[in-house]
C-alpha cells in the first residue's frame, strides 16, 4: 500500500479490505460484522479524525444520535457524492432505513446543511475530466494568440514542441508499456492481456490511488477476468474519489450492472444498468434512479423512465448471452422486462391500436434482416397479437437495403435518417429485440433462435411456400453480372461463404471464432460441384483468405463485382447455398433455396427446411480427449455454452471442425437429392429418425435434417459409445 493510501486509511479511521466480499444478506446493505465493527472499505468521502471531532463538537454536541453516527454521517456522504440510490450503496453501511430516517430527518431540520457547511463538501461529480495546470497553462496561452492579428498560426510550432514532448515523456511512464486496448480503444483482448494491464494498473494505484481513470481501467480489466469482487471495490471506491467525473461514474455504473448480471443478481443489475441510462440520457446525476424509489414517494414514472428500463433489461439480457452463455439469467431479465413493459401498457390505459414494432436492430446485420421473415409467418398463420407491423430501416443503419425492400409489401418502412420520437419510443419500449422471447399460441415461450425452428416448421406442415422471390429486375441484374464475371449464359452455380475471422476483426479474441471455417477444407466439395457442371460463387468481404485458385470458382468476395444488389441474388439464385454459422445462411431460405449447412456450431440446430441438410461441429473434452456423444452434445447444459468460444473452452471443451470428407460427402448428397439420384438404406433412415428423436428429448424443434455420412461415420456416439481418444 503506497504512502497515500495508508494516510488516508489513517485519517479516516477505517480498516480496508480490497477482497471483502459483498455478502448476501437479508439487510443488502448490512455485513457480517461481528469481527470488526468497520468491516468495509475505506472512502475518501469517510469523515477524518479532525472533521469528526469538529462535528462532535459543533452540530451533535448536544443530542445522542446512536453509536454509529459517524458511520450514518459517512453513508450520507458516500451516497451524496456518489449519486447512488439507496439500495446500491456499497456493504459495510449501516440499515437503510436508519439512512433515510437520519437523512430526512436531517434535511428537514437544517442539520445536514450545517454538516455540509462545517466540513466542506466537495462538489458534485463534473462532466468532463479536471482540467490540468498544465492544461490551464495552454489556454491562457493559446487565448492570448488568438487575440493578436495573424497570431492563430504561431501556435503551430509551439503545439507541435508540447506534443513532441508528450510523446517523449510517455515513452517512460508505466501507461507506456500498457496494452493495446487500454491506448488505442480496442475493447476486446485474450486474458493473459488483461492479466498484464491489471498489473500495470495496480502498480500506478500504489503510487496514486486517487487516480479515477486507472481505476476504471482496472475494474474493466478485472470484469473480464471474472473478478467481480475486485470489480465492485474499485467502482465504489472511485464514486467517492475527488476528482471523479460524471463520465466516469456513468462508466462505473455500466460495469456494475454487468458484473452484477454476471453474478446472477439481476435486482442491483437492472439498478445500476438504469442509472448508467439516465446518466447517460440526461447528463445530470438522478437522486432516485428506480421504479421502487418513485413508488415510495408516490410518484409514477414516465415514458422515459419505462423507455430506459426496457432497454435496461434488453442490454443485460444479451450480456448474458453474449459474454456468458447463461441463458437462464437472460431469460429471467426478459420476462423482468416484459413485466414492466406490462405495467406501462397499464399506465397508458388505452394503446391506439396494437402494432409489433421492429426497431432497427433487425437490419443493422445481413442475418438479422433474415429473420424478419419469421415475424411475418407468424402474422399469416395467425400467431399474433398485433394488428399491423412497422419496421424501422434508417438508410445509414441498414445492412443491405436491396434486400431490406423485399419485406416492403409486409411492412409499413420507416426509411428516414430521423425516426420520428413517438415512433422511436413504442420501439425501443415494446419492440422486440432480436435477442429476445417470443410467444407462441399455445402460451408458451423460447429464446428467437431455439423457436424459429417451430414456425418454419408449421409453415411447411401447412404446405406454405417461401415468403420471398426474386423480382424479375433482380434476376436479370445477376444474369448479366455472372456472365461478366466468367459464368456462361445458362450454367448452374452454387454460393458458398465459409465465416472468417477479418469481417468481425476478431485476431485473438476466441468469443466467435469457433464458428469460423478453412476455405481450404471445402476444395473437395467444390471439385465435385465443378466435375458435375456447376460453378462455384464464394461469397464474403474483401478482408477473407483468398480462394486458392481453382477452375469454375469465382472469387466474389474479393472482386470488383461485389454489391449488396449482387448479394441478394447470389443468395436467392443459386441452386443451393453452402454456409456455416453466421447470419447469411438465413437468406436463402426465405426465398426457398436449398442449403448445405456446415461446420454448424450454436445454441439451436439450424432452422428446419424440408430441402435442407447440415453437419455439425463436434466437440471434444480436453480432459480425456474423447468425443462427446450426440446424447451428451445436444444437452441444453451443453448446447447453450456454444455461443461463447471462451465458455466452451472454460468449460473443459474444445471445437471439432468438420473434414474435408465430411463436407464432400453431404455436398454430393445433396446435389443427389436435387437430382433426384438419392437413395437411403433401412440404416440410414433408422439413424436419421433416432437423431430426431434424441434432439426432440432434448428440447430442440424445427432443425435441418443431419447428413446421412456423418451420421454413418458417428453411428457410435449415437448409439452413446465413447469413442477412444484421438491419436
Known amino acids: 500500500m503506497g504512502i497515500v493510501a495508508s494516510r488516508l ?116 461529480p463534473r462532466r468532463s475530466s479536471p482540467v490540468t495546470t498544465l492544461g490551464r497553462l495552454r489556454r491562457a496561452v493559446a487565448t492570448g494568440f488568438r487575440a493578436i492579428p495573424g497570431g492563430t498560426a504561431s501556435l503551430w510550432p509551439g503545439r507541435k514542441l508540447i506534443q513532441l514532448f508528450e510523446w517523449t ?82 462508466q462505473a455504473h455500466y460495469i456494475l450492472s454487468e458484473s452484477h448480471t454476471l453474478l446472477g443478481e439481476i435486482d442491483k443489475a437492472v439498478e445500476h444498468g438504469y442509472m448508467a441510462r439516465l446518466i447517460a440520457g440526461q447528463g445530470s446525476d438522478p437522486a432516485w434512479g428506480t421504479l421502487d424509489a418513485w413508488e415510495d414517494r408516490g410518484l409514477v414514472p414516465g415514458p422515459d423512465e419505462f423507455e430506459i428500463l426496457a432497454n435496461t433489461h434488453n442490454g443485460l439480457a444479451e450480456y448474458a448471452i453474449n459474454k456468458a452463455s447463461n441463458f437462464a439469467i437472460a431469460t429471467a431479465l426478459y420476462l423482468r422486462g416484459d413485466e414492466y413493459r406490462a405495467r406501462y401498457a397499464r399506465w397508458l390505459e388505452d394503446l391506439p391500436d396494437r402494432t409489433l414494432f421492429l426497431s432497427e436492430d433487425w437490419v443493422r446485420n445481413i442475418g438479422h434482416m433474415a429473420l424478419i421473415d419469421f415475424w411475418v409467418k407468424m402474422d399469416r398463420m395467425g400467431w399474433r397479437s398485433w394488428d399491423r407491423m412497422v419496421l424501422i430501416a434508417p438508410p445509414a443503419s441498414t445492412a443491405n437495403p436491396v434486400y431490406a425492400e423485399y419485406y416492403s409489401r409486409h411492412f409499413r418502412m420507416i426509411r428516414t435518417a430521423k425516426v420520428p420520437a413517438g415512433i422511436r419510443h413504442m420501439t425501443v419500449t415494446f419492440g422486440p429485440r432480436v435477442a429476445s422471447l417470443i410467444s407462441y399460441p399455445d402460451g408458451s415461450t423460447r429464446y428467437f433462435t431455439e423457436g424459429m425452428g417451430l414456425i418454419q416448421e408449421a409453415w411447411e406442415r401447412e404446405g406454405r411456400e417461401p415468403l420471398l422471390q426474386l423480382t424479375p429486375a433482380d434476376v436479370e441484374f445477376g444474369r448479366l453480372q455472372l456472365r461478366a464475371m466468367g459464368v456462361p449464359k445458362g450454367a448452374w452455380f452454387v454460393s458458398l461463404h465459409a465465416r472468417s475471422p477479418g469481417f ?130 445436444l444437452t441444453p447444459d451443453t448446447r447453450l455454452l456454444s455461443y461463447s468460444g471462451e465458455k466452451l473452452a472454460d468449460s473443459g471443451f474444445e471445437v471439432v471442425d468438420n473434414t474435408p470428407d465430411e463436407l464432400s460427402d453431404v455436398v454430393t448428397e445433396m446435389m443427389d437429392r436435387l437430382d433426384g439420384t438419392a437413395t437411403y438404406t433401412p440404416d440410414e433412415d433408422d439413424r436419421l429418425a433416432a437423431f430426431d428423436i434424441l434432439a426432440r428429448s432434448h428440447g430442440l424443434a424445427g432443425f435441418s435434417r443431419i447428413g446421412r455420412g456423418f451420421l454413418a461415420q458417428h453411428a457410435a456416439l449415437l448409439a452413446g459409445l465413447t469413442q477412444p481418444k484421438a491419436a
Open 169 to 250: 515523456a510517455s515513452r517512460f511512464t508505466i501507461h507506456a508499456k500498457l496494452p493495446g486496448w487500454f491506448r488505442e480503444g480496442h475493447r476486446l483482448m485474450i486474458a493473459e492481456e488483461y492479466e498484464a494491464a491489471t498489473e500495470y494498473f495496480t502498480r500506478i494505484l500504489e503510487i496514486d490511488p486517487i487516480n479515477v481513470p486507472t481505476r476504471m481501467r482496472r475494474a474493466y480489466a478485472n470484469l473480464q477476468l471474472g473478478r467481480h469482487q475486485e470489480v465492485c471495490s474499485d467502482c465504489w471506491i472511485a464514486f467517492a474519489l475527488p476528482d471523479v467525473t460524471l463520465d466516469a461514474v456513468l
Open 504 to 633: 468481425h476483426r476478431e485476431g485473438k479474441v476466441v468469443h466467435q471464432a469457433h464458428r469460423n471455417a478453412t476455405i481450404a477444407s471445402y476444395l473437395p466439395a467444390v471439385r465435385e460441384i465443378v466435375r458435375r457442371g456447376g460453378f462455384v460463387i464464394r461469397m464474403g468481404d474483401p478482408s477473407m483468405e483468398p480462394f486458392p485458385p481453382t477452375p469454375g470458382v469465382i472469387d466474389y468476395a474479393r472482386g470488383r463485382h461485389k454489391s449488396p444488389r449482387m448479394d441478394v441474388f447470389l443468395c436467392g439464385g443459386c441452386r443451393f447455398f453452402i454456409g456455416g454459422a453466421s447470419g447469411i445462411s438465413h437468406i436463402p431460405t426465405t426465398f426457398g433455396v436449398p442449403c448445405v449447412l456446415t461446420n454448424w456450431l450454436s445454441n439451436a440446430l439450424p432452422v428446419y427446411s424440408k430441402n435442407d441438410l447440415f453437419v455439425p461441429k463436434m466437440l471434444r473434452s480436453i480432459e480425456d480427449g474423447r468425443m462427446l456423444t450426440f446424447d451428451e452434445y
Open 9 to 124: 486509511q489513517n485519517e479516516r479511521g477505517c480498516t480496508t479490505y480490497p477482497r471483502l466480499r459483498c455478502f448476501q444478506t437479508d439487510e443488502p446493505n448490512r455485513p457480517l460484522r461481528a469481527l470488526d465493527q468497520h468491516m468495509r472499505q475505506c472512502y475518501h468521502t469517510d469523515l477524518t479524525n479532525t472533521q469528526w471531532q469538529i462535528l462532535r463538537a459543533t452540530v451533535f454536541n448536544r443530542a445522542d444520535h446512536g453509536a454509529n453516527l459517524r458511520e450514518v454521517i459517512d453513508a450520507l456522504l458516500y451516497r451524496e457524492r456518489s449519486g447512488c440510490p439507496w439500495r446500491l450503496l456499497p456493504p459495510g453501511f449501516p440499515p437503510t432505513d436508519q439512512l433515510r430516517a437520519a437523512w430526512e430527518e436531517w434535511q428537514a431540520n437544517g442539520i445536514w446543511e450545517r454538516v455540509r457547511k462545517r466540513i466542506g463538501v466537495p462538489s458534485r
